[in-house]
């Protein structure tokens, strides 16, 4: 089974507070913020609705991808996120109900 990679965009609300992180677990690692068991950023200022993510198949391209999402202005940042998520809705909870594990 290939292994998946994921770029993924946390807010602590609508227009808030962003964080860009990668994991190769997905539903873990959200879950791990929302339950505030990773210390850092995320835990101090709230940060764990799932506003936006992309998958890759290489962790390389994950990699690049992330430092390249971190150097963007917030106003590129939020206009990815609105195009696929204009309502800033926690994509969590849409990932969990279909998940098999």
Not at 4 to 20: F, Q
Not at 45 to 52: A, F, P, T, W
Not at 68 to 75: A, G, M
Request: charged share 30%; glycine share 4%.
């Amino acid at each position: 089974m290939d292994k998946n990679y994921y770029v993924y965009i946390l807010a602590s609300k609508w227009n808030g507070t962003l964080y860009i992180g990668i994991t190769s677990d997905l539903i873990k690692r959200i879950w791990q913020h929302k339950e505030k068991l990773v210390d850092g950023f995320t835990k101090k200022y709230n940060v764990n609705r799932l506003v936006c993510f992309e998958q890759f198949s290489d962790p390389e391209n994950a990699i690049k991808r992330e430092k390249r999402l971190k150097k963007y202005e917030r106003q590129w940042k939020i206009k990815l996120i609105e195009k696929d998520n204009p309502q800033w809705k926690d994509l969590y909870n849409t990932l969990v109900s279909g998940y098999p594990g």
